[in-house]
């Protein structure tokens, strides 16, 4: 039974000891939470200054960046314009050239048909003695027309008047078709 006596007496003053550590500890941690949260206030507006500044250099940068880029934009935009145009030009002179190779007339060829038939007709009805049809205006002679009539032109000369008249030339285009061989018959 002493024994189980000296036993408890050490646990007890192994309990006694466990319990002044912990109380020790648990008031190192306290004081350590005082001393944090006294300092933590003056860290945290430290931290809070710092911020805003380092926020305004931030926004003073991303508006020099912003502003160099704007301007790079600026100049590749039109440097892409003149390349977009220069390709548009490109290809309107290859199609032109396309299509005069294989014979399709432009708006200019056919305008200058179309004065070459008037004044043909003016010779023509000169010529015949009567008078010449009224030249049928094209879309943009109508368009050019100005808005005022002019004043009326000299009377046109009489064919007598005028110079002999050349013969006529011989129009210009394809031979006439040849008639197309008959087939022979196979024999029998």
């Known amino acids: ?3 189980k006596l000296k036993e408890l007496a050490d646990d007890k003053e192994l309990a006694n000891a466990v319990r002044s550590s912990a109380q020790q500890i648990w008031q190192a941690g306290l004081g350590a939470f005082a001393k944090a949260q ?8 430290k931290l809070v200054k710092e911020g805003t500044e ?5 926004e003073d940068k991303v508006a020099g960046v912003s502003d160099s880029v704007s301007k ?12 977009w145009d220069r390709l548009e030009q490109v290809f309107e002179e290859r199609v032109s050239r396309a299509l005069a190779t294989i014979g399709v007339p432009m708006q200019n060829d056919i305008a200058a048909l179309h004065a070459k038939i008037d004044a043909l007709s003016l010779q023509v009805a000169a010529l015949s003695g009567k008078t010449a049809p009224a030249a049928r205006p094209t879309a943009r002679a109508k368009a050019a027309r100005p808005a005022v009539k002019a004043a009326p032109k000299a009377a046109p000369k009489t064919a007598a008047a005028r110079a002999p008249a050349r013969p006529a030339a011989k129009p210009a285009g394809k031979p006439a078709a040849r008639p197309a061989a008959k087939k022979k018959a196979p024999p029998a």
């Not at 006294?38 to 507006?45: K, T, W, Y």
């Not at 380092?54 to 931030?58: G, I, L």
């Open 1 to 3: 039974m002493v024994k």
């Open 72 to 83: 790079l934009a600026d100049g590749v935009g039109k440097q892409a314009s003149g390349s």
């Open 38 to 45: 006294e300092e933590g206030g003056r860290v945290f507006s």
């Open 54 to 58: 380092f926020q305004k250099r931030a």
